[in-house]
């Protein structure tokens, strides 16, 4: 990596939410549970393994490029195998 990364900050990941699918109550509870107790939007969707995450946190924002790269650095290549790269969304 090419820049310093945060020092102060926490990542959450969690289920998309969304109406289609069957347990849209319970992940609209849980998201809504992180908002009140101070996490943040990130402003991006993510695919691993056909799951598509919301990314919460608290501290920095974070673009999804940078993310990316803190992701390569903690895991290495290997995190590239878990990533479904064309069905995610960004809105940074």
Do not use: W
């Not at 056909?50 to 999804?64: A, F, I, T």
């Not at 940078?66 to 895991?75: I, N, Q, R, S």
Request: charged letters at 40%.
């Amino acid at each position: 990596m090419t820049r310093a990364l945060p020092k102060d900050i926490d990542i959450l990941s969690v289920e998309e939410v969304d109406e289609k699918y069957d347990n849209y109550k319970q992940r609209v509870h849980r998201k809504n549970f992180y908002l009140r107790n101070g996490l943040q939007e990130m402003g991006f969707k993510y695919v691993e393994k056909d799951v598509k995450y919301e990314m919460l946190y608290v501290g920095e924002k974070l673009s999804s490029k940078v993310y990316d790269e803190l992701m390569v650095a903690y895991a290495g290549p290997v995190y590239h195998k878990f990533r479904d790269y064309k069905d995610d969304e960004f809105f940074d």
